[in-house]
């Protein structure tokens, strides 16, 4: 007899999502984290207040259809309120593009390493991984990535700027890629970073803009989220643009009333505080290339940043770093014989983790 509900055994392929490691409560004198790509700003003006009131009602449902929100995303991308869809932050909008287009043995195709959810969800969904290496400077390898598209591929994820190796896939040559893909294969732009590319960007025409191409192209969904330059990480909100067609089938395979309430308002008081968030973005992106600066001046080639982190190739010293960041008070995000992710925080914790560099690990 059995002694255990049964689990699908191919679960146990399915690597669990590890989330960066949370320093210790922060106070003076104190630990830092920049494991997570989080923002270091509170919540912008007027967000903690719309939070209070939605707290007033917390034995209603949210709106199911978020009407507001997405209304308020449609004005500013300039399509109609069908094209918006919203998400448990845009992770949960990945899964669900993989719950709405592929069975069973579908492939879906990514960079790697890339973001870590991807094969995770991909696995999940039953749909096989086709994982691409990216170049030695960190970029997608597009034409690899075109290369390896067959007709069980579904799904194309680009991530763009890249997390954890932080470059953009260039304006030219995404154009040259999307060109190539069958229109039956859906491109997933992961713009998680899209404010602070666009802030690091000389000509924004160098800038894919994901909005703009999912109005072009009938296989193009941009994602976008409120928890990097918004700030609203523990929230839980992010959205698609792309046809209507498209988001219908997203809205199909989502869990209902899967943006709270205050989520929604919270996200809705953010979009109203565009100017802060660009100033705040601003201040980050130069914070960012101080910090780059000095890592370079020290030797080290490092693929070129275009979100809130950067990216250290340490290969086999990956740990080692992160421990003796973590001993210097910081938490980094470290992958194991490839590198470390770290994120742009306060100037004082950026300070630790170069000094840590140049101390123990130096070119
Ligand atoms: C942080 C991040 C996301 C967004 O996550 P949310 O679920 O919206 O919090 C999506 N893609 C990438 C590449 C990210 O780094």
Not at 173 to 188: I, K, N, R
Not at 275 to 303: C, F, H, L, N, Y
Request: proline content about 7%; charged content about 20%.
């Amino acid at each position: 007899m059995a002694t255990s509900p049964h689990i699908r055994p191919d679960l146990q392929d399915v690597p669990s999502y590890r989330a960066g490691r949370r320093a210790a409560v922060d106070q003076p004198g104190r630990t830092y984290s920049l494991a997570s790509n989080e923002t270091i700003y509170g919540p912008l003006p007027g967000v903690a207040e719309a939070a209070a009131t939605e707290l007033e009602q917390p034995h209603r449902y949210p709106d199911a259809g978020v009407t507001a929100l997405v209304q308020a995303l449609a004005d500013r991308c300039n399509v109609g309120p069908d094209w918006i869809a919203t998400g448990t932050g845009s992770v949960a909008i990945c899964q669900q593009a993989i719950v709405a287009t592929c069975n069973p043995g579908d492939e879906v195709v990514f960079a790697w390493r890339s973001f870590e959810a991807y094969p995770i969800i991909t696995k999940l969904g039953g749909a096989q991984a086709v994982p691409v290496p990216l170049r030695p400077d960190g970029t997608h390898d597009l034409s690899a990535m075109a290369a390896a598209i067959t007709d069980r591929t579904r799904v194309v994820f680009l991530c763009s700027p890249n997390n954890p190796t932080g470059p953009i896939i260039a304006s030219a040559q995404l154009d040259e890629f999307l060109e190539s893909v069958p229109a039956s294969v859906l491109v997933v732009l992961d713009e998680a970073y899209y404010e602070f590319a666009l802030a690091s960007v000389a000509d924004p025409a160098e800038l894919p803009d994901g909005v703009q191409l999912a109005r072009e192209r009938i296989n193009v969904m941009a994602l976008r989220t409120f928890s990097k330059a918004y700030g609203l990480a523990g929230l839980r909100v992010g959205y698609a643009v792309a046809n209507p067609a498209l988001t219908q089938a997203l809205r199909k395979a989502a869990l209902p009333f899967g943006v709270s309430a205050v989520a929604q308002a919270t996200a809705l008081a953010s979009l109203q505080q565009e100017q802060e968030m660009r100033a705040r973005v601003s201040e980050t992106v130069r914070e960012r290339d101080r910090v780059v600066e000095v890592v370079k001046a020290a030797g080290w080639e490092i693929p070129m940043p275009y979100g809130n982190y950067y990216w250290l190739g340490l290969g086999e010293q990956a740990l080692d770093f992160a421990a003796s960041c973590e001993a210097a008070g910081v938490t980094v995000r470290a992958f194991p014989g490839e590198g470390v992710r770290v994120s742009i925080g306060e100037g004082a914790a950026n300070d630790r983790v170069l000094t840590v560099l140049a101390r123990d690990f130096s070119r």
